[in-house]
DNA sequence: CTTTTGTATTCTGTATGCAGCATTTTTTGT
DNA sequence: ACAAAAAATGCTGCATACAGAATACAAAAG
């Protein structure tokens, strides 16, 4: 097995040079990340400092360090003496998320609607455009990827750093939800056709419209995960 | 002035044992953020980990996790090899935060109105009837703590842990700020009004009128501190 | 006098070592 | 054989040590 650890290695592997260009710590964090994420570490597993970093080739040092930051975020829980778990959920706990987030995106329309310029708007409905191809073409990640992308990026249209932030935030620990609820073909049409609504609001600039679309599918998003819980 | 806060007792010292019985990082994340909160570390300071943790009395190892912590909250902000500085925000930055607390707050008081004991209630009033008599006693440190206190019970009313945790992060942001904003006494009046006013929609669970004060507030709070920026 | 370059110092980033607490296993008493 | 106590194991929490990067300083060249 090769010593030297994925993470200490360059994403596309391309020729010499400088091992790390970014510092350890965001890689770290972001590799945690993605690990409960996608359930490698799943809720309640304890962070082992010893055996995950000799897994990761890193110290305890900067592993713990990262563990910080993400309890932090809210993505792990720290037990004092005992070290750190893996934060669950409960449905409730869920459904309060998904209950911010769609007045947090309430929000973020109106305010892109007032804001946003054109060509950001147009940015956005392109990547609305690829999303509808990934979905005609049934490619359920891409796809599922693109939806996040959007978004973020009607967010992002509002100019409001703060309002960013907390989004990607709640994003981030629902993402684990999102990534197991697969919902069934005759939902995932109503998805895009709440979709296809959002751009035509955002694009006519219409914010109550946007606003209630956005709250809207929010709200089935609901409906669709809360069976998988 | 005590030089040497009592973080931990040193090893020096022939006293018995230091008694330690909440975790150093606790403490540490605590009295970091009272600093940068209260102003002893400015804005745009670098965060010097030798010398902040000889101050404190600790070692760097846990006080780069504590400020890899608040890294994660939005105080600090890191640097890549050159450790942390206070996070700096502009005027824009506070009126975002404000824009965006007032949404929640807004969304906190309808959903108190909804889901509040009414010993909940009670409990709440009496804050208040606290804070009315700091106002009319003059005790400005109190009464400020006070209507903290207040606006997060209310957000505590509505037993959304998420939305908790959001109202919390964005205050502590905005504690600083508020910190510095000493208005005069007709605009005190004013805001006191508005308390009232909120306390008698609470307990009459008036959602629409609830969210309705609770916006003003946060809106003229705004107006209050605009200037000192 | 200004600019540049080489050197020294300081600070961050990471690894390692040690002590104390938790938990588990073994031992001992009934 | 079972329960309780005691020892042993493993892990966390903190401190220290070391290496590399960045900055500050100084000397030399233009």
Redesign the interface.
Known sequence: MDETSALQRRPDGTGPGPIRRT?L?DTLVNHLRDMIIEGDLEPGTRLHEGQLGEQLGVSR?PL???I???????LVE?V??RGAVVKRFSAK?VK??L??LR??EE?AGK?ACEVASDKDIVGVRALHDQMIACYKSGDRLQYYKLNQDIHSAIVGLSQ????G??HI??QT?LKRIRFIGHEGPEKWAAAVAEHEEMITALEARDKERLAEVLGRHLFNAWDRVRDSL
């Open positions: 510092a710590h040092t713990r360090e990262a910080k930051y993400l309890a932090s975020e809210g720290l004092p003496s706990d309060d998320m209950t911010v007045t947090l929000l305010l409001n750093a703060a309002l932030d907390i935030m709640l620990r």
